[in-house]
């Protein structure tokens, strides 16, 4: 697929980008955070926030108070970038040293998500991420933690991912040369639990987390 906007399109290594919807979902969903580029009284400003991908939009949210959130909501374009680091790539070289990495690029404008049902949808959208089943069993917001949250979802139609995976591209003459080269993976591992101070020793650890991550 090529790129229907000139704002997302991939110029530099332009063999790595891809503007196929399902990987730009992808690669969004499985990344944790995001960074929000933007503008404000002429200054530009990068953010880094949660996101999550709720169906073709991407979603912040916040204190309605929040700079960012603010200026995006009065109609600033906004710069969302993801990436997700798989690998350091060694290279016989210093030159051609790199990573691997999937990377997303959304630029549009953000626009309230007022109607309550959706509002609530993203607030459990936003947890599931977090963690699948933490919804049901934590508490749910109440009015007023859910009225004092600002939701913007930013549509995903001006989008476009690049991907580098593989071995490092050495140059021809300096494939002889005696210099370990290959790729150390990058795997985003959780820890060990670890109990919130005052937590009743009588709770149990739920099955939904023993599944994920073992205690």
Not at 30 to 43: D, I, M, P, Q, S
Not at 136 to 165: C, H, V, W, Y
Request: glycine share 8%.
């Amino acid at each position: 697929m090529t790129a229907a906007d000139d704002r997302v399109e991939v110029q530099r290594h332009a063999d790595r980008g891809t503007y196929d919807r399902g990987i730009i979902y992808d690669i969004l969903d499985e990344a944790l955070y995001c960074t929000v580029g933007f503008v404000h009284e002429g200054r530009p400003m990068v953010i880094p926030m949660i996101h999550v991908r709720v169906g073709e939009r991407i979603v912040l949210h916040g204190s309605p108070a929040s700079r960012m959130l603010r200026t995006l909501k009065e109609g600033a374009e906004a710069a969302v970038a993801v990436t997700l680091l798989d690998g350091l790539v060694l290279a016989r070289s210093v030159f051609n040293h790199s990573m691997n990495y999937r990377s997303v690029v959304i630029v549009g404008k953000a626009a309230p998500i007022d109607d309550p049902a959706e509002k609530l949808e993203a607030m459990r959208v936003f947890t599931e991420k977090i963690l699948p089943g933490r919804w049901d069993d934590a508490r749910q917001p109440s009015n007023r933690e859910f009225n004092g949250t600002l939701m913007l979802g930013i549509p995903i139609e001006a989008a476009s991912a690049k991907i580098r995976s593989g071995p490092p591209s050495d140059d021809e003459e300096d494939l002889d040369l005696e210099v370990w080269a290959g790729v150390i993976p990058f795997l985003t591992e959780p820890g060990a639990p670890i109990p919130a101070p005052g937590l009743d020793p009588a709770i149990e650890y739920p099955d939904y987390l023993q599944e994920r991550y073992p205690g």
